[in-house]
């Protein structure tokens, strides 16, 4: 909403968006499971957008850049951006090769005493 406040000579072509999802386990091995298989996936997902977009930017076509990485393995994309662009992908900080995710712990505070919830 603020977006000509901080780039004021650039238009948006469309408002950004985010994915989220509130979800409610019983029980913490659940959740610690979940968001294992979360991260797992978001770093697929990263790893070939990263690589993607390093194709399309050396002067790769889209559709060129997405046959290139059809059927590769993570080892295969971190080697082509290794070898391609210099690029090692597990240097990259962790926020960007694994994602991010919020815990929250509900305290409950009684007049007898304190428990989590």
């Known amino acids: 909403m603020k977006w000509k406040e901080f780039f004021p000579n650039k238009d948006l072509a469309?408002?950004?968006?985010?994915?989220?999802?509130?979800?409610?386990y019983p029980k913490q091995k659940i959740i610690c499971d979940y968001l294992s298989s979360r991260q797992a996936e978001c770093h697929t997902s990263n790893q070939y957008s990263t690589c993607f977009w390093m194709l399309v930017k050396s002067g790769k076509r889209e559709h060129e850049a997405h046959e290139i990485l059809k059927g590769t393995l993570s080892k295969d994309r971190n080697e082509l951006l290794f070898q391609k662009f210099?690029?090692?992908?597990?240097?990259?900080?962790?926020m960007f090769r694994k994602g991010s995710c919020t815990y929250r712990h509900k305290v409950i505070i009684s007049a007898s005493k304190k428990h989590f919830a």
């Open 86 to 94: 210099h690029l090692n992908y597990n240097n990259e900080l962790a």
């Open 14 to 24: 469309e408002q950004p968006y985010f994915e989220a999802e509130l979800l409610c």
